[in-house]
């Protein structure tokens, strides 16, 4: 394999909200100015960004940029989880950015740029259900039927998830599963599993506030689902990060954990649904797998 120096910068132009073609232009110009030196790809379809991570890093490249939300993200971080000398930098421009907010890196992308192209890295846990990855959250439940009904939306942002949560959250049915962890045995009817390796979801949603991307755990929240007449009260605790403290959320901390799920669960993985035909899941954790530019 030869050895380059060149930084490859993966943009998403439709990632997030706003005016389409801006982040491009913005990124261009910052990258002209750059005494680093920069090979730019946009991605085209969803799942372009690992085929793009998967050729350079077979090209040499060491340094990738990623501008785009969490599910651009996630695909990048596929194919460099497992490399200790490959780092990723991180221009949040989607409508969550849940990993972004986690790790505290700027809003702004003039400042966001400067952290992604700067030295200082640390080596994150990555969550897998079966050989799936994800770095903030996955989950089964209400967490997914939300994401499959936003995917359809018009539009992203916190307003449109808000009305997907209100206008389906009346007529959801809890769902059964079995959970097989720290040899324990947990089978009920639940609103949601959530499995969190970050403590966000994105949009400063929060459902599991002491998680951690370096603890070498996962937090896995079962939900009880709220009753109506309490759900609006309550739903303000995601951002205010105290849903964990009341009775309808359980959060146990695993390694690794088997998972039992109907025919019909949906399963979104940092924010995007992904199909599984298998009734099993496998929740396990590669520690320190992935090595993010930081402030």
Do not use: W
Request: proline content about 4%; hydrophobic content about 40%; charged content about 20%.
């Amino acid at each position: 394999m030869k050895q380059r120096s060149d930084i490859l910068m993966i943009i998403n132009p439709a990632s997030g909200v706003g005016k389409k073609g801006s982040l491009t232009d913005l990124l261009n110009k910052l990258i002209e100015k750059s005494d680093k030196n920069f090979i730019i790809s946009q991605t085209e379809y969803p799942g372009h960004a690992e085929k793009l991570a998967e050729q350079y890093l077979n090209e040499g490249i060491k340094h990738f940029i990623v501008a785009g939300g969490d599910g651009t993200l996630n695909e990048v971080a596929k194919v460099l989880t497992g490399y200790p000398n490959v780092s990723m930098g991180i221009i949040a421009a989607g409508s969550g950015n849940g990993l972004a907010r986690h790790l505290s890196l700027p809003k702004n992308i003039e400042e966001a740029f400067d952290v992604a192209t700067g030295q200082k890295t640390i080596p994150i846990d990555v969550g897998f259900l079966n050989d799936k990855p994800f770095l903030s959250v996955a989950g089964v439940g209400f967490d997914a039927k939300t994401a499959s009904v936003f995917a359809k939306m018009k539009g992203r942002g916190m307003k449109n998830y808000v009305i997907a949560v209100v206008r389906n959250y009346p007529g959801y049915k809890p769902e059964e599963y079995i959970i097989k962890t720290n040899d324990q045995v947990i089978k009920k009817k639940v609103f949601l599993v959530s499995f969190a390796n970050s403590n966000q979801f994105g949009g400063n949603v929060s459902i599991s506030p002491k998680s951690s991307l370096q603890d070498g755990l996962i937090d896995i929240c079962i939900l009880e689902k709220i009753p109506a007449v309490l759900a609006a009260i309550m739903f303000p605790l995601l951002f205010m990060k105290k849903l964990h403290k009341t009775r309808y959320l359980n959060i146990i901390q695993a390694k690794e954990a088997e998972i039992h799920i109907t025919d019909k669960s949906l399963i979104q993985i940092d924010g995007d649904l992904v199909q599984f035909n298998e009734k099993v899941l496998t929740l396990s954790l590669k520690e320190k797998a992935l090595h993010i530019h930081v402030k």
